[in-house]
């Protein structure tokens, strides 16, 4: 049902600085609705890393920063560490499908 | 600080109804809205609906002919209904709260129990 699309994976070296892309369309991330996101490590519940769009919670590093426009969203993360390694998924709502959707999901790979 | 915790059985078997009770610590479980959400295995997160504290309910279309969720105030507690299960109910199911007020992202998670539908 997944209405948000995110590359498979993507891969950086440490310290580098890698970005999550997040397309949506006209009644998802295009209509308005906040993007979040999360980061899910291995064996874990997901966590919060970005909310409405651009906001970090509390305790999440610098390093970590969302961004919006169009039908579509970002995260980027700097100064790329090893344990980054995880899944991220981005999230919104969408008012065709009435519900609130997540992404197909993003394997971050440190090399 | 606010600590959310799944119980329910781990089987259950085809056709009949998964039940589930997320028990909340650290705060009051009113003024908020509270989630559902599974993953099965290998794949993404699927929202299943949410209810806030005085029992105001919304439900993923995909699942709202088979879902109730329910809240019990006295004892800080929300519970999941999912009935007529099959092989594709077999997920991870965790509860969130939601930031309702900053476009119904989920802060808080529990640790997810494992729900396994087969005979």
């Known amino acids: 049902q997944s209405v948000l699309t995110q590359p498979p994976s993507v891969s950086g070296a440490p310290g580098q600085r890698v970005t999550i892309s997040c397309t949506g369309s006209s009644s998802s991330i295009g209509a308005g609705y906040d993007v979040h996101w999360y980061q899910q490590l291995p064996g874990t519940a997901p966590k919060l890393l970005i909310y409405?769009?651009?906001n970090r919670p509390s305790g999440v590093p610098e390093r970590f920063s969302g961004s919006k426009s169009g039908t579509s969203a970002s995260l980027a993360i700097t100064g790329l560490q090893a344990d980054d390694e995880a899944d991220y998924y981005c999230?919104?709502?969408?008012?065709?499908?009435?519900?609130?959707?997540f992404g197909t999901g993003t394997k971050v790979t440190v090399l | 600080q606010v600590q959310l915790q799944e119980s329910g059985p781990g089987l259950v078997k085809p056709s009949e109804t998964l039940s589930l009770t997320c028990s909340v610590s650290?705060?009051?479980?009113?003024?908020?809205?509270w989630s559902w959400i599974r993953q099965p295995p290998g794949k993404g997160p699927e929202w299943i609906g949410y209810?806030?504290?005085?029992?105001?309910?919304s439900y993923n279309p995909s699942l709202k002919s088979r879902v109730t969720i329910s809240v019990d105030m006295s004892k800080e507690q929300f519970s999941l209904k999912l009935s007529s299960v099959t092989a594709a109910d077999t997920a991870m199911y965790y509860c969130a709260r939601c930031i309702a007020a900053a476009g119904f992202g989920f802060d808080i998670w529990g640790q997810g129990t494992m729900v396994t539908v087969s005979s």
């Open positions: 409405g769009s651009i």
């Open positions: 999230q919104s709502h969408d008012s065709s499908l009435i519900t609130y959707v």
């Open positions: 209810i806030n504290y005085s029992g105001s309910t």
């Open positions: 650290g705060d009051s479980i009113s003024g908020y809205y």
